[in-house]
């Protein structure tokens, strides 16, 4: 899945794992597990790391070509925020290498492109939701749970397919590396991306407000404070 079965040069390879270490230094530099340090946090983010690893591991592929499974990145941003939705991911990622027996190549850029990439996207919005929009109930599920992932699906899957050519060294949109259908295939994965995202962050806010760590949820008037 992503690029684990990829042909890599050594440069490419190697320059992928140096960038996805030194994002998960800048992460670890945030100390971002003080978040954790209530235990009943610390099983839902393991679990949702059980259950994304899950989903990575339900993947189509289209053709020779690029991979195409749901991300579960907005989520862990909207719970965790980006510094441990970043690790997060890289654990999902390194999961899915053991599960799938990949080579080491491989592992660091489907970590960028599907996990890195789309927790800075969803973090993004986060900010921007947090700024520039009217913090209620609606927006938050509205822009957290369904807009949010929807952006992160498609720059995934538009950068995955740019670097797949890339990678091929063909031409752009040769139906060689990326299908006539991968558009189409796109857009039913962001409606699912939304729906999964959209449904779980609207019930955790629910029901249980204490999860969502990012926000004050007297803000967003989602049950009252946490204890």
Not at 4 to 11: D, Q
Not at 43 to 49: R, T
Not at 65 to 83: C, E, I, K, N, Y
Not at 143 to 165: E, N
Request: hydrophobic share 60%; net charge neutral.
């Amino acid at each position: 899945m992503g690029f684990l079965y990829t042909p890599l040069s050594l440069w490419v390879a190697a320059g992928t794992w140096v960038v996805a270490a030194g994002l998960l230094a800048l992460a670890l530099a945030c100390k971002p597990f003080r978040r954790l340090q209530d235990a009943t946090l610390q099983h839902v983010w393991l679990a949702l790391i059980v259950a994304i690893a899950v989903l990575w591991a339900s993947n189509a592929w289209l053709e020779d070509g690029p991979v195409m499974h749901l991300l579960g990145a907005t989520l862990f941003v909207t719970l965790f925020d980006w510094a441990l939705a970043l690790i997060a991911m890289a654990v999902v990622s390194g999961i899915a290498a053991v599960i799938f027996d990949a080579a080491w190549q491989g592992i660091a850029l489907t970590f960028l492109v599907y996990g890195a990439m789309p927790v800075g996207v969803s973090a993004l919005v986060q900010r921007a939701s947090h700024a520039w929009l009217p913090r209620n109930w609606l927006v938050f599920i509205g822009v957290q749970g369904v807009l949010s992932p929807i952006v992160a699906v498609v720059l995934a899957c538009v950068s995955a397919a740019a670097l797949q050519m890339g990678l091929a060294g063909v031409a752009l949109r040769s139906p060689e590396v990326v299908p006539d259908s991968y558009a189409w295939c796109v857009l039913l994965l962001a409606v699912g991306e939304a729906w999964f995202t959209g449904m779980s962050t609207a019930l955790i806010a629910v029901y249980k407000p204490a999860w969502v760590t990012t926000n004050d949820v007297r803000g967003y008037r989602l049950g009252g404070p946490r204890t």
